[in-house]
């Protein structure tokens, strides 16, 4: 079965420090990976995505992300914290299988920003 | 250019009723998805659309439909509502689907009482 794993349900950090939110999949394949970050009471935003090439990816606001093969990770980071850094992000493949946008994400993490 | 728009953004309905969600997508998509947000289940795919067509479905009973128009504007209907179904519907859409990274609207939030 394809799942993606969160195992942190709340990371906090203080503004300034460098943050790591974790991501491990289990799907068949190499999937495509995305990271979504979802504001109060908003939808989500696309952050960033893996499909193929360098390992470290860079996205918006600052963020970036590192896949391992080998460790079926896709850890997403950011140098340097802010508070408006502060949502609930999640991790989502596509099985390469598949070729539609089912996305599959995982529970979400919390990331708690302070000042 | 235009986000993903979602309408209405809060619902009421009760048990037994039946229930219309509508999404326009960004100009230019034609892939239009569907999700489920709740606090226990979290995020769950529905179903996608491309070009009118029903592509890929998510493992939801029956009571769960949708349909696309030629304008590529979709319509999501939930019958014979259960209190189970109270959850924020996402809908995304992105120019082609596949690999493509979705564009989420911000939701409606039904709630079942």
């Known amino acids: 079965a394809q799942s993606v794993a969160q195992p942190e349900d709340q990371v906090n950090v203080a503004e300034g420090n460098p943050l790591t939110v974790k991501c491990t999949y289990s799907v068949s394949g190499n999937p495509y990976l995305f990271w979504y970050v979802q504001y109060p009471n908003r939808g989500l935003q696309f952050l960033l995505k893996y499909i193929t090439g360098d390992n470290l990816v860079k996205g918006s606001y600052g963020f970036e992300a590192e896949f391992n093969k080998s460790q079926t990770s896709f850890h997403l980071k950011k140098p340097s914290a802010l508070v408006s850094d502060s949502a609930l992000y999640f991790c989502a493949v596509i099985p390469r299988s598949t070729g539609f946008q089912k996305l599959v994400f995982g529970t979400g993490t919390r990331l708690l920003v302070s000042p | 250019k235009a986000g993903v728009t979602q309408t209405p953004r809060y619902l009421i309905k009760t048990r037994g009723q039946q229930v219309t969600l509508s999404c326009s997508p960004i100009?230019?998509?034609?892939?239009v998805s569907w999700y489920q947000q709740t606090p226990g289940q979290g995020l769950q795919f529905l179903f996608e659309y491309f070009s009118e067509t029903q592509r890929n479905k998510g493992n939801f009973p029956g009571r769960f439909s949708g349909r696309q128009f030629s304008n590529s504007r979709s319509e999501m209907n939930v019958s014979t509502l259960e209190l189970g179904d109270s959850a924020l519907y996402l809908c995304a859409s992105s120019p082609r689907g596949g690999n493509q990274p979705q564009h989420f609207g911000d939701g409606t939030r039904l709630s079942i009482l």
């Open positions: 100009s230019g998509h034609r892939s």
